[in-house]
């Protein structure tokens, strides 16, 4: 009634305004706040979208007849560009095609772990690979397992076939691994033949160990299977680690010369395998 | 009555659409950030004309739209536009009388108080923009003004002296 007899006595003055003003903010910071902090009012953005959408399709119009009017009097050239950058794709969608073929080989490769792991009595996880150094004096690579899976430095890491590296850096979900290729790395192992203990050192060439402590009256030949000997604490014993490829024995020379070939395909591998000789310490003794 | 309403409104409504399409029509690069606030210019001269019928509700919910149409906040530029429209109704005869230069000096506070309640609004909400997409559209928007009240007044008084 007030309000209405001051509208009549002043015409100029709107009713209630700094109120609705201030209601009307309130509303506006209640819903900044909502749409900040969490996404409940999806609902009202596409409703009210719903009723802004024609306005978009008309400004939108212009624009696209432009677009429309450039797509039909494109030049020969450019439809020949276009042309190129097709085929381009198509070759690669071809290359994505082939990836079927590497999951075949890869799911024969995971069974052959499998069949691994029932012939090792020590704890093993499989993991992937997730990316290996560029850098062509080590040969490191990183996996997808980390401290959070147990994983510990030293570890010692084989493939189907045959010891592949150890683990010398772990992070909370991935680990970095030096190759038994590089040149840093050295690994006690014996001759299965005979037992002969001796010590197999990576020479950065991804497919050749050299064995350089071996007197020239060592028995040992071409075409014999090294394993690990277990001497060193970080690998247990028994797991293959290269084939002797050739021994050249030098009658001036203290030592034999003598190269290996890694059992295990270093440059091809996808999925290692990790193991604890003793249970890991993030998983207990479930398994 | 309501044929005498609409009649009056339509104007009003027509002015804003188009408003609305001018402020999200895409445009290249650099006139993108010199592009003027289109609505907030319509919501002060429809604010100041008849702020009986268009006043912060009005105001408010064209905010809303905007915000929906930018993919800002909601309630961003609803909480802009309603603060400039009390403004204005707030002050609507002292800026009738106002000759166009010192009008113009007064839009160009509004849309700097404007675009300084984005501003907050977005530094609150920690969202990073360059400074002249803030003070561009003020500038544009001032510049554009005079040119726009003779156009607008010319459509209000079609409107009503043809009602």
């Known amino acids: 009634m007030v309000a209405s007899r001051r509208n009549n006595t002043n015409p100029a003055r709107i009713p209630a305004l700094g109120l609705r003003t201030l209601v009307l903010i309130g509303v506006s910071i209640v819903l900044m706040y909502l749409d900040h902090r969490e996404n409940h009012l999806d609902g009202i953005r596409k409703t009210i979208g719903a009723a802004v959408y024609p306005v978009q399709i008309v400004v939108d119009a212009p624009?696209?007849?432009?677009?429309?009017?450039?797509?039909?009097?494109?030049?020969?050239?450019e439809l020949e560009l276009e042309v190129g950058r097709l085929k381009a794709e198509?070759?690669?969608?071809?290359?994505?095609?082939?990836r079927l073929t590497a999951l075949e080989a890869e799911n024969a490769r995971l069974r052959a772990l499998l069949e691994a792991r029932t012939r090792v009595r020590d704890e093993v996880r499989v993991a992937e690979i997730l990316a290996v150094d560029a850098n062509p004096y080590e040969h490191n690579l990183v996996i997808g397992v980390g401290s959070r899976d147990g994983?510990?430095?030293g570890q010692a890491i084989v493939d189907a076939s045959g010891v592949v590296g150890q683990v010398i850096e772990t992070g909370l979900l991935t680990a970095q691994a030096v190759l038994i290729s590089d040149a840093d790395h050295a690994l006690?192992?014996?001759?299965?033949?005979?037992?002969?203990?001796?010590?197999?050192?990576?020479?950065?060439?991804?497919?050749?160990?050299?064995l350089p402590f071996l007197p020239n009256n060592a028995d040992v030949r071409a075409g014999d299977l090294l394993v690990?000997?277990?001497?060193?604490?970080a690998f247990p014993a028994g797991y293959p680690v290269a084939i002797v490829d050739q021994v050249t024995r030098i009658p001036q020379e203290p030592f034999a010369d003598v190269t290996a070939t890694p059992a295990a395909a270093l440059d091809q591998v996808r999925e290692v395998m990790l193991i604890w000789s003793q249970p890991p310490v993030g998983e207990g003794t479930e398994e | 009555m309501t044929a005498a309403n609409a009649n009056r409104r339509l104007p009003v409504i027509v002015t804003l659409v188009v408003g609305l399409m001018l402020s999200i029509m895409p445009l290249p690069g650099l006139f993108e950030t010199l592009r003027p606030d289109w609505l907030a210019l319509l919501v002060i001269f429809w604010?100041?004309?008849?702020?009986?019928?268009?006043?912060?509700?009005?105001?408010?919910?064209?905010g809303i739209v905007l915000d929906v149409a930018y993919g800002t906040l909601l309630g961003q530029h609803a909480?802009?536009?309603?603060?400039?429209?009390?403004?204005?109704?707030r002050f609507h005869l002292l800026m009738r009388v106002f000759p166009l230069s010192q009008l113009t000096a007064t839009v160009f506070a509004l849309l700097a108080l404007y675009q300084f309640i984005l501003f907050w609004i977005n530094g609150v909400?920690?969202?990073?923009?360059?400074?002249?997409?803030?003070?561009?559209?003020?500038?544009?928007?001032t510049l554009i003004w005079p040119f726009l009240y003779m156009f607008l007044s010319g459509i209000r008084y079609r409107a009503h002296s043809g009602a």
């Open chain 1, 63 to 77: 624009a696209r007849f432009w677009g429309w009017l450039g797509e039909s009097t494109t030049s020969r050239n």
């Open chain 1, 90 to 98: 198509r070759l690669l969608t071809n290359a994505r095609l082939q």
């Open chain 1, 151 to 153: 994983v510990y430095d």
């Open chain 1, 188 to 210: 006690p192992v014996e001759v299965n033949r005979n037992g002969l203990r001796t010590i197999a050192v990576g020479t950065g060439e991804i497919d050749r160990l050299d």
């Open chain 1, 228 to 233: 690990t000997s277990g001497l060193g604490g």
């Open chain 2, 47 to 62: 604010a100041m004309q008849l702020p009986r019928t268009w006043s912060v509700g009005t105001a408010w919910i064209i």
């Open chain 2, 79 to 89: 909480v802009a536009l309603c603060v400039i429209a009390f403004v204005t109704v």
């Open chain 2, 125 to 141: 909400a920690a969202v990073t923009a360059p400074a002249i997409s803030y003070w561009g559209p003020v500038v544009t928007g």
